[in-house]
């Protein structure tokens, strides 16, 4: 009786268990960018092709690219299973980019102490404050004025209750973020247009989403909810699935009633180790610094050809650091001054210029440097530290390298022709023919022959030195070694 009650009961879990739906938890942590738009697209796909019922998008984000961004909001748009943000737990957001993502969603929830907002492109900037008095527009010439042309009472009332009606406006248009250029309206407006779309799309609350670009106004969950920008606030994903069954949700421009079981499974998504490596590569200073690595080592490997270890590093992490930059959005100005600062640095190692070649190498890389990310996130830009530590290493590498040419320059020569006079060789046969008042022989000197002249006779087997070298002539002497043992009354060396 009791293994049929143990049978039974597991025959129940495991039914349980098949027939239960499945409801994936995808993290979106830190900056949104190419690895994240990568990660959450390919889990969508997943999950459409594994029959999950519900994708929870848990957002704690300050932002991210804008390419990346809209990665994730086309794959949300387009999915055929439901998708919820949530912007939790107690204590993260959903700013700038999350923001459109969360509008985006079939189902917007965030916990209690969460916010989102502040949806202005990063690279028109911040809202400044404008001055309280603008200047008086100009008025035509015969455009009536209220001291030449007297007005009837009722008139000026209208003109008063049109500048009370109007004044909210003039404030409201202080608070927008300026656009002082053409492209900075273009962006500004563009911005604008989409995340109306976003929270139309689902029914949401348009115009304060439109004060998040413009103004870049910010709430937090409460007042999000009041003003119809959530769709409810749950503080767990469990709360979340609860209050998300039997709604309506427009899914893939369809209406279709959310039902899920009375107890489905939450999965929790970790991410695998392709997007791991890819938010690490594609981190704008780990790219830098991989670029660096694999300049250095392919120059290295040039300087010195057959040691192998740094050109087969520096190759593997040049091209890893080029599919990055390919991967974020690169200003190519930038790119060019740092191949040009490389190219002034190693003509400075091959063709020493006295440091001229090497310094402009220098300022033209770390301007490259700070020209190289096309784009004003913080989150995706190269770390002021990391490229003035580079510059410093580079030029007390440049340093180094003049002080030791101009140690070189004052050594004596060791090779060539000009190193003979002064060295030693030994006489093969004696110098005995006399010629124009010298006498003529052969020497043996680093193993070759040579003929020589001197102005006394030497004998076979002795050493002599070398005073100066005409043609292929060596003028030698005797040694000062073998002078000074005659003086001493020792025997001469031979």
Not at 68 to 82: E, F, G, Q, V
Not at 97 to 107: C, D, F, H, M, W
Not at 297 to 325: T, W
């Amino acid at each position: 009786m009791k293994l049929r009650i143990l049978l039974l009961s597991t025959l129940f879990w495991f039914s349980a268990c098949v027939w239960a739906d499945d409801v994936w938890l995808v993290p979106i942590k830190g900056a949104i960018g190419p690895a994240t738009s990568d990660y959450v697209t390919r889990e969508i796909e997943l999950a459409t092709e594994d029959n999950i019922k519900l994708i929870i998008l848990v957002m704690d984000t300050p932002g991210g690219l804008d390419s990346a961004m809209r990665d994730i909001i086309k794959a949300i748009t387009s999915s055929s299973i439901p998708i919820a943000t949530w912007v939790g737990p107690s204590g993260a957001r959903a700013a700038s980019a999350g923001t459109y993502i969360l509008l985006a969603s079939q189902i917007a929830a965030m916990a209690d102490a969460t916010n989102l907002g502040a949806a202005t492109p990063v690279s028109i900037g911040p809202p400044t404050q404008r001055p309280s008095q603008e200047p008086e527009e100009p008025r035509a010439k015969n455009s009536p004025s209220k001291e030449t042309h007297p007005q009837t009472l009722d008139s000026q009332e209208n003109r008063h209750n049109e500048g009370d009606t109007a004044k909210p406006e003039k404030e409201k248009n202080n608070a927008e973020v300026p656009a002082n250029t053409a492209m900075e309206k273009k962006v500004i407006n563009d911005a604008r247009a989409y995340i109306k779309g976003l929270a139309r799309l689902h029914g949401r609350n348009a115009e304060w989403a439109e004060t998040a670009v413009s103004e870049a106004a910010s709430i937090n969950a409460n007042e999000a909810l009041a003003l119809g920008v959530i769709d409810f606030i749950a503080n767990s994903p469990d709360s979340l699935v609860k209050q998300a069954v039997g709604r309506t949700l427009l899914i893939q421009n369809q209406p279709t009633t959310f039902t899920l079981n009375e107890q489905p499974r939450l999965i929790e998504r970790a991410p695998d180790w392709r997007a791991q490596i890819l938010a690490t590569i594609t981190n704008p200073n780990v790219a830098y610094i991989l670029m660096l690595i694999g300049i250095y080592g392919l120059i290295l490997e040039f300087y010195n050809p057959g040691i192998g270890l740094p050109g087969v590093l520096g190759g593997i992490c040049l091209l890893v650091a080029m599919y990055s930059f390919q991967m974020l959005p690169v200003n190519y100005a930038g790119f060019a001054l740092i191949l040009l600062g490389v190219a002034l640095m190693v003509a400075e190692a091959f063709n020493p210029s006295f440091g001229i070649l090497g310094l402009g190498g220098i300022v033209a890389f770390v301007l490259g440097s700070l020209f190289l990310m096309d784009n004003a996130e913080p989150n995706f830009q190269i770390a002021l530290p990391l490229i003035f530590g580079f510059a410093i290493f580079s030029a007390l590498i440049i340093f180094l390298m003049l002080t030791m040419l101009l140690r070189i320059r004052r050594k004596q020569v060791t090779t060539g022709i000009d190193a003979f006079p002064g060295k030693q060789a030994v006489v093969l046969e004696g110098f005995v023919d006399e010629q124009a008042g010298f006498l003529h022989g052969t020497v043996l000197l680093d193993g070759a022959r040579w003929d020589a002249t001197s102005d006394s006779p030497h004998k076979q087997g002795e050493k002599v030195t070398i005073t100066q070298i005409k043609g292929l002539t060596l003028n030698v002497t005797k040694t000062e070694r073998t002078k000074a043992a005659r003086t001493k009354g020792l025997p001469a060396q031979k």
